[in-house]
């Protein structure tokens, strides 16, 4: 069977309802596809999955996700994203799919970057809504790896079962939090799906990798170099600064085109003071928060 014929099948599995969820589920099935070919090499002996994406597919995150985010388990400068784009791009040649890649990875910088691009993969399909656009449609896959991530990020095992059952490693919960909440307080623009994740880990309670975070705050952001060590009370005192700051039009436009219609209208009652008793609750334990 090829992979065209195989992706059909899977979009059967997502309720699209437009060309953008269409595009969404499209694209998270060839995220699927790229895992499974580094699968194939070596390269979860190296390095974690993490992310959006990766909360998404394997944690059950509600919203959709663009790019695939990877850190080393260990520092190395020197890593090479080429050999890695090679063998995601020849896996999908072999599946029928006629994907160019580009490394964007710069000498200077820790983070390696790279793309995937595909613009006939619609017409390979019969799609509802895609294919009636009227217009070129390219599938661009972005994967970025860490070369000199922080210290102290733990990880679990996992197996991706399409098109074909491999081991991965990703970051587990605590870690992917640590890495949202050092996002959430660094960031230097309005990013909306990262305070939709934010709800998403405080309504299932889950802890913190302090470990992690402090050492992400010392690595990069305002806190830098100045040996910031938190628990989940300063967590939740930094948060809540932040809140104030947000600019929350601008928060809730950014994420609704990641979200099904029913995520959407609840996007409506984000504010400031919703996402303080939120943190309060979590953080603070302030049991007579009600949301």
Not at 24 to 49: K, P
Not at 58 to 67: A, I, V
Not at 251 to 265: G, I, K, Y
């Amino acid at each position: 069977m090829t992979l065209p014929t195989m992706i059909q099948q899977r979009l059967k599995e997502y309720p699209c309802n437009s060309a953008l969820e269409e595009d969404h589920a499209l694209r998270e099935i060839i995220q699927e596809t790229v895992l499974a070919a580094l699968g194939r090499t070596n390269f979860f002996s190296l390095a974690g999955f993490q992310g959006g994406t990766c909360l998404r597919i394997f944690f059950g995150l509600h919203r959709f996700s663009e790019d695939m985010d990877f850190a080393l388990l260990e520092k190395d400068p020197s890593f090479d994203l080429a050999p890695y784009l090679k063998s995601i791009r020849n896996e999908l040649t072999a599946y029928g799919l006629n994907f160019r890649t580009e490394d964007k990875s710069k000498a200077d910088s820790a983070i390696k970057k790279g793309f995937l691009k595909e613009d006939s993969i619609v017409h390979l399909l019969c799609l509802q809504y895609l294919g009636h656009t009227g217009r070129q449609r390219t599938i661009k896959i972005k994967l970025e790896v860490d070369t000199c991530p922080p210290d102290g990020a733990t990880y679990e095992g996992k197996t991706v079962t399409f098109p074909f059952f491999v081991p991965i490693r990703t970051f587990d919960l605590p870690s992917l939090f640590a890495g949202k909440l050092h996002a959430l307080l660094c960031r230097e623009y309005v990013k909306g799906r990262d305070w939709y994740d934010l709800l998403w880990y405080l309504s299932r309670k889950s802890p913190v990798n302090h470990v992690l975070l402090s050492s992400a705050l010392d690595q990069v952001g305002p806190w830098m170099g100045k040996h910031q060590k938190t628990d989940d009370l300063s967590c939740g005192l930094l948060l809540r600064n932040r809140i104030a700051e947000m600019d929350w039009a601008k928060v809730r436009e950014d994420v609704r085109r990641f979200l099904l219609p029913p995520d959407q209208s609840a996007v409506t009652l984000w504010n400031a003071t919703y996402f303080d008793a939120a943190v309060r609750k979590r953080f603070e334990k302030d049991e007579d928060v009600i949301l």
